[in-house]
């Protein structure tokens, strides 16, 4: 039974204007970082090619604290923890704004992310608590424009923001936003609350820590800071970690994350697809940025401005996507789509130090194209099975899944382009080893089309029409 203030017809329709804003905030912070990363590094002493912890810390923060963001709001309230949730948000942006070093902006970064985990899970399970079935597809369809609307500008400000201004406006630009968000909350949102169990803390401590390790592992070893035994000792306590998880869930009536889940193959294969593909595809548009500032000297405006392209066709590529479905059906769809992609990003390889820009430009539509079509299609195979009593659940663990397919495409991007700077096979201009690097990110993507193929040809049906 739903508990809920009074809904008046003012917070109906200003509820979505909220939940746009919230998409927005999140969107935009999470591109607008991305070519602001050597001018960063640069400031706090530090090499831009090892600095992909001020992203992993906030990517991996948010992926771990989706559950509990749920549980506070039918708990306490959509309303307060919503607003909690803009507070925190706003404060950990101003903290970063005034950070002087890499561990006092990696703090921030998870301060700032503790807000993200709830801010958008929270506003968009008011909205289906106000909404009559029957409406919530039109309202959902208006809240996420803004998150497409937000990675189209974030890039090309955040390069405007270092070169006119400082790195660090990059993050005071959430404040104003912060500040209208909270003021709205005091008549846009509803405060509903949902009975609940008891949270699973020791499952939370287990799986975040098993994650969490996992990720540093990847970390230090591209920054060349650990050797082999400790990389060793490391995985091997992730491991356990997550044995602990898996055993702990399997006995427990009401666990963070229910494996029980993973019964439904089109869920199943749609996890591990967002997982395993992201791998490839997932470290892309940190590594452009990367590539045009350091490889070939661009400007921060310019890095920021050559992904737009990118972002454009990823916004065009939606309204293709349920035609090519609905007619080649989903397994079909997905490991063409993901063959391609890999040949895609296998094609960077042939950037020389000496091409022009402009050779770049299609490369970079055309990637964001068929990753649109990529992420698009597995995130609603994903869905296409569950039913009223694993909606909420499957809904929440495909948000964590792709909070950590985002981290571990960083992390993964990060070490393949530390291997190949070390490599003397590449040595020379830095183009290089974003050469090898795109070309290994490649192959890896097309070799993660093996999981589609355990899709049937029907899976999906009910989401496609294709029968």
């Given at each position: ?130 909404y009559p079935k029957q409406e919530l597809l039109k309202v959902i369809n208006f809240i996420t424009i803004p998150g497409l609307v937000g990675p189209l500008l ?254 571990f495409g960083i992390s993964t991007a990060a070490l393949i382009l530390g291997i190949f700077r070390q490599a003397g096979f590449v040595a020379g201009v830095e ?37």
């Open positions: 039974m739903i508990e809920t203030s009074n809904i008046n017809p003012k917070m109906l329709k200003f509820l979505p204007w909220l939940g746009a804003m919230a998409i927005f905030m999140q969107a935009l912070d999470g591109t607008i970082l991305n070519t602001s990363l050597p001018t960063i590094a640069k400031e706090l002493g530090k090499s831009p090619l090892e600095i992909q912890s001020i992203i992993v810390s906030y990517t991996l923060t948010v992926a771990l604290l989706i559950p509990l963001s749920g549980w506070l709001s039918d708990k306490y309230g959509t309303k307060k923890i919503f607003q909690l949730a803009i507070l925190i948000f706003t404060l950990g942006s101003t903290l970063c704004a005034f950070a002087t070093s890499l561990p006092f902006l990696v703090i921030s970064r998870i301060v700032q992310a503790i807000g993200g985990s709830m801010m958008v899970p929270v506003v968009r399970l008011a909205i289906i608590y106000a974030g890039p090309s400000l955040g390069g405007v923001l270092v070169e006119t201004l400082s790195w660090h406006w990059i993050f005071l630009v959430n404040i104003p936003f912060g500040i209208i968000a909270l003021w709205m909350t005091t008549f846009a949102i509803p405060d509903f609350k949902h009975p609940v169990f008891k949270f699973d803390i020791r499952g939370l401590i287990l799986f975040s820590g098993g994650i969490t390790v996992l990720t540093l592992v990847m970390e230090l070893t591209s920054s060349r800071v650990i050797g082999l035994n400790m990389i060793i000792a490391l995985s091997l306590i992730s491991a356990f970690l997550v044995g602990l998880y898996v055993y702990h869930a399997k006995h427990k009536q009401h666990p963070l994350i229910d494996l029980n889940l993973f019964k439904i193959r089109t869920l199943k294969i749609g996890i591990i697809g967002n997982l395993i593909t992201r791998l490839g595809i997932g470290g892309m548009p940190f590594l452009i940025p990367l590539l045009l500032q350091i490889g070939y000297g661009y400007t921060a405006t310019v890095a920021g401005l050559m992904m737009i392209p990118s972002a454009a066709s990823n916004i065009i590529a939606k309204s293709f996507v349920v035609p090519i479905v609905n007619k080649f059906g989903y397994r079909n769809t997905l490991i063409s789509n993901t063959i391609i992609l890999g040949f895609i990003i296998c094609l960077f390889f042939f950037l020389q130090s000496e091409s022009p820009i402009y050779y770049i430009i299609p490369l970079m539509i055309l990637n964001g194209f068929f990753s649109s079509i990529q992420f698009t299609a597995m995130n609603t195979l994903s869905l296409a099975d569950l039913n009223e009593n694993t909606s909420s659940e499957g809904n929440s663990l495909l948000a964590v899944t792709q909070q950590l397919s985002l981290t183009v290089q080893a974003f050469r090898y690097s795109f070309l290994a990110l490649g192959v890896l993507t097309i070799l993660s089309t093996y999981i589609f193929f355990q899709l049937k040809e029907s899976d999906g049906a009910s989401m496609s029409g294709k029968k």
